[in-house]
């Protein structure tokens, strides 16, 4: 993801005269241009990670540890964007007014209107919108027989009524909201696959995760074919994104029912750590490095300069902000949803699974 948005997408950062990415990097731009599917592999990894990580868990626990996860880097990472766009680098905030920043630090923005201080910040709100599925779960209790039910009517309800409600002339911006089906089937497929992880294997659970593998495939295939080309240029083959899809279903599959799972392998656990400070900072502070340096050192060093830093800036995201602010963040935010009036009980009290 960071390669494609760097060396592949449409800007013209690189070199003294505004080179384009493709253009400035001819031979790997032809691999990092299909790194955009790295948000199809989030949203696997997501499925599974959160339905792990909330199972049994009561609605103030799973809301507390979201608010404690996500909020305090983010914040962080909007006032410094901000700063960029509005004071260092005015010239990419000329489409933005400073008032977006307060519905951006809501990370609302999608749901509100509201255009996204930087741009791959859209995905946080589709996530938003999962979270929101897993909270109702959380409400009613979470059981195996419902969270498979769940995984196969999500993705064929919202695909129906899209397609259903497209094709009669009918509005489906409120499917795309509530159900958004270019996305629920690699949510749904995460899911399945942590029922087979931590429920054993059956037909049914195996049926979810093959057929959402086949409709996040398709999908993605869909979406992403078209923006290839309209963002990098490269016009590459539908089969070949759904084999690229398919191919990260059983990546994930692998490393979390095979023995992989118990694999250790030094650096892994600084690198997950990372990975959100690192969506976080890279596209803006990324193009900015670039844009600064690219006319003065060969590109191959900005590129390792510009990686370095920001990689450097994650860790003190990570370091700084986010090990000693999140989990006092979820614990008051547990403690305070849990107090909620008329709704604060419920809220509080965990429903136990049913297997």
């Given amino acids: 993801m960071v390669l494609f948005h760097w060396t592949a997408w449409h800007h013209d950062h690189w070199g003294r005269h505004g080179e384009p990415a493709a253009e400035a990097w001819p031979w790997l731009s032809q691999f990092s241009s299909v790194g955009a599917l790295g948000v199809q592999l989030f949203f696997v990894i997501s499925g599974f990670v959160i339905l792990l990580s909330s199972y049994g868990k009561s609605p103030a626990r799973f809301i507390g540890s979201r608010v404690g996860r996500l909020y305090p880097a983010y914040w962080v990472a909007v006032l410094a964007t901000a700063t960029l766009t509005f004071v260092l680098w005015p010239e990419m905030g000329s489409q933005r007014s400073p008032v977006d920043i307060l519905a951006n630090l809501t990370m609302f923005q999608g749901g509100l209107g509201v255009g996204h201080i930087d741009g791959v910040y859209w995905t946080l709100w589709v996530e938003m919108k999962f979270y929101l599925w897993i909270l109702a779960f959380t409400l009613i209790g979470m059981t195996v027989r419902r969270v498979l039910v769940f995984t196969f009517a999500w993705p064929i309800v919202g695909n129906a009524l899209y397609f259903g409600l497209h094709g009669a002339g009918q509005p489906i911006g409120w499917v795309e909201h509530v159900f958004f089906p270019q996305y629920s089937a690699l949510f749904a497929g995460g899911m399945a696959l942590f029922l087979l992880f931590k429920f054993g294997h059956t037909p049914l659970r195996w049926a979810a995760f093959v057929l959402n593998a086949g409709a996040g495939g398709l999908w993605s295939a869909r979406v992403q074919q078209a923006e290839t080309l309209k963002l990098t240029g490269y016009d590459y083959p539908f089969w070949a994104f759904v084999a690229v899809v398919a191919g990260l279903f059983v ?101 136990t699974p049913v297997s």
Avoid: N
């Fill in 251 to 351: 990546l994930v599959a692998l490393i979390v029912l095979t023995p992989l799972a118990s694999l250790r392998v030094p650096g892994m656990t600084l690198a997950g750590q990372l990975t959100y400070p690192v969506y976080l900072l890279h596209q803006l502070w990324g193009w900015w490095l670039i844009f600064l340096l690219s006319p003065y050192l060969p590109r191959e060093v900005v590129l390792v300069l510009t990686l370095a830093a920001v990689l450097g800036a994650a860790w003190l995201l990570h370091r700084w902000v986010e090990r000693p602010l999140g989990p006092r963040l979820q614990r008051a935010v547990t403690a305070g949803v849990g107090t909620w009036p008329v709704v604060g009980r419920r809220l509080a009290r965990a429903r």
